[in-house]
Each structure stands twice: as C-alpha cells, then as structure tokens.
C-alpha cells in the first residue's frame, strides 16, 4: 500500500511538473509569437504634427547618387527604411520615426532622387525617374549602409518602391507596410483606357505628358504640390509652414525632371534605360509578394488608388489590410503617425 501511495504521490508530481512546464513554455510561446504587440501597445501617444523637424541629416555616396537621409534610434537596432512619395518628402515620417526609434528600431528615411540634399553624382546621368530606378537606388543605398536586410514601409512613389523590391529582391525585404496595396505595374497595362471617373483623377499625369505641362509644373511646383497635397488629403488641416518644410526639397535641381520623366514614362511616352529592361520585363508580369505584408488606406484617401478587394491575391505571405480611419489621406504617415508605426512594428513581429 505504501509502495502503491508512492506511485501515486511521485505520478502527481510528475503531472505537476509537467503541467507548469506547459503552462511556462505557453507563455512564452505567446510572448515570441506575438512580439510587435508588446512594442506596439507601449507606443507613446502622439499628436500629428509634434515634430517639426529630424536632427542633422546625413550624407552618402550610393550608387548613382549622393543620398541624403535622416536616421533615429540605435545604430544596432532591426533596420527600417522609410520611403516616401510625390509631392512629398522625409517630412512625411517625421512623426512615425521617433516612435519606432523608441522601439529600439535603426530608421533610416532617405530623399528620393530628385528630391531634398540628394544629388546625381555625374551631371552625364540620365535623370530617368522610372519605378525600376528608384528601386535600384534604394538597393545601393542599403548596400552603402551595410544593411543587409530590412523592413521597409512606404506610401505613394514609396510603396511602390517598396514593392518592387520585395518582388525583384525579396532576400533584403524583411516585412513591409504598403499604403494603397500592390502598385506594382507596366507601360504595357498603362496604355489601357480606364472609365471616365477614373481617367479625371489621372488628370495631372495627362498634364505632365505635355511641354505646357512641364512648364506650368516647373514655373508652378509649390502651388501644384499644395493643391495635390489638398486633392489627396482633403480632411487634412496642415499649415503653411507644415507644407512649406517639405515644399523645400522641391528646389532639388533635378526635381522636375524626374517628376515629369516617371509619369511620361508610365504612359510610354518617354524611354527608360535598357539597363533596367530585364527588371521592367518581370515587374510586367505582376508578379505575387511573398514578404510578411500590411497595406493600409486611408478613409478619406482623394488620390487614385485601387480597391482593396483588388490586390489581397496579390500578397502570398502573410497579410493583413487595415483602414485607417478619422478622416486620414494620402498621406497617410504624417497624417496618422501612430498607426502607421504600429503597422510597422506589427508586420515586423510577422
């Protein structure tokens, strides 16, 4: 009897153990499965427009280019590489890079070519705006950086950017956070009419395909880029020395050419370079993202952009679409800091 109260007295510590074990090695299966959430849920809250500027920006040969870049948080830490758009800058992430960098992220935002302190470095460079390029450029830029790998988010000429790179150099693409989903497209689909609404919202694209276009943007690109900024944003209440911080990068002396040649280029009305044919080749084939993905969009978003329900197919890996609401635009970042920078850190956690 007694051996027998022994049995049942070691069998219950051993159901014992085990069961706290489990119950140990549970949580921290939770805790490793869901990391971002942890870093996400301790975001301080933040007011749109809190900052006003980055510290002193950088300086690096990459590529074809001298980048000029902003950068917060630990040198050390999980790289983020936020890209922006047209008629945009840096300026867009001013808000969201502070709150990643006190994650504990490395964020690093650079000036697109043609746009703030970033220069060709020959003055013989084609200024070829085409999606393929700036794609490239950010490539160099990371290999300039020593990076081998990072989670990269964008919106507008950003996630396109974005999304070229998760499809032609998916081992370097972490995770990313897409606003207005998969933009990836061809010359060839661009050429296909589209239904009058939807043409009337493409009207400055159709303007830049003409001389008077180009010279109207050239003679007019702070009242232009304003009145996009008040098209794509229309519940957005920025102020004039908010739009004028980022209306300075304009003065870029390649800014209007890279601008016009990307929206010529798109309709096939302008060349790009033979050197970037075989990647114009694969993108033409719309080819399926299999990086970790969020995409996001605006409820009040005034810039052309697709349905949601169009591209979800499009996203392999894991993915997740969220609306943003509260009257947020294109501009989604500097607009609505704190939820993009928990979509970051939440596609990361993926």
């Given at each position: ?285 719309f080819p399926v993202i299999t990086v970790p993905t969020i995409t996001l969009q605006g409820d009040a978003d005034g810039a052309p952009r697709p349905d949601p329900s169009s591209y979800a197919k499009k996203f392999s890996g894991k993915y997740s679409h969220r609306l943003i609401k509260g009257g947020i635009g294109h501009n989604l970042p500097q607009e609505a800091p704190q939820a993009f920078a928990k979509a970051v850190l939440d596609v990361d956690g993926y």
């Amino acid at each position: 009897m007694v051996d027998e109260i022994n049995h049942d007295r070691r069998r219950f510590l051993a159901t014992a153990i085990m069961t706290i074990a489990s119950a140990e090695l549970g949580m921290i299966g939770s805790a490793n499965a869901q990391p971002s959430k942890t870093k996400s849920a301790s975001l301080p809250p933040i007011k749109p427009g809190t900052n006003k500027s980055f510290g002193p920006l950088k300086q690096i040969d990459a590529g074809l280019l001298n980048v000029g870049y902003a950068e917060a948080g630990p040198p050390d830490g999980p790289p983020v590489i936020l890209l922006h758009g047209w008629p945009y800058d840096i300026h867009s992430y001013v808000d969201v890079a502070p709150l990643l960098a006190s994650t504990g992220c490395r964020v690093i935002v650079p000036y697109v070519r043609g746009y703030g302190t970033t220069r060709f470095l020959s003055s013989e460079t084609f200024r070829n705006g085409q999606p393929s390029a700036l794609a490239v450029d950010m490539i160099t830029f990371m290999d300039a950086l020593k990076i081998e790998r990072a989670t990269l988010a964008g919106f507008d000429w950003g996630a396109r950017t974005a999304n070229i790179m998760a499809v032609l150099w998916q081992e370097r693409c972490k995770a990313m956070v897409s606003v207005s989903g998969y933009l990836i497209g061809s010359q060839e689909s661009a050429r296909m009419p589209l239904p009058p609404k939807n043409e009337l919202e493409w009207w400055y694209q159709y303007y830049f395909a003409t001389e008077r276009g180009r010279a109207g943007y050239e003679k007019y690109t702070h009242d232009f880029a304003k009145l996009i900024w008040q098209i794509a944003s229309p519940k957005w209440k920025f102020d004039n020395a908010t739009f004028e911080r980022t209306a300075a990068s304009f003065d870029n002396p390649d800014h209007v050419s890279i601008v016009i040649h990307n929206y010529r280029w798109r309709l096939g009305l302008a060349e790009g370079e033979p050197k970037y044919d075989d990647l114009e080749k694969r993108l033409a084939a719309f080819p399926v993202i299999t990086v970790p993905t969020i995409t996001l969009q605006g409820d009040a978003d005034g810039a052309p952009r697709p349905d949601p329900s169009s591209y979800a197919k499009k996203f392999s890996g894991k993915y997740s679409h969220r609306l943003i609401k509260g009257g947020i635009g294109h501009n989604l970042p500097q607009e609505a800091p704190q939820a993009f920078a928990k979509a970051v850190l939440d596609v990361d956690g993926y």
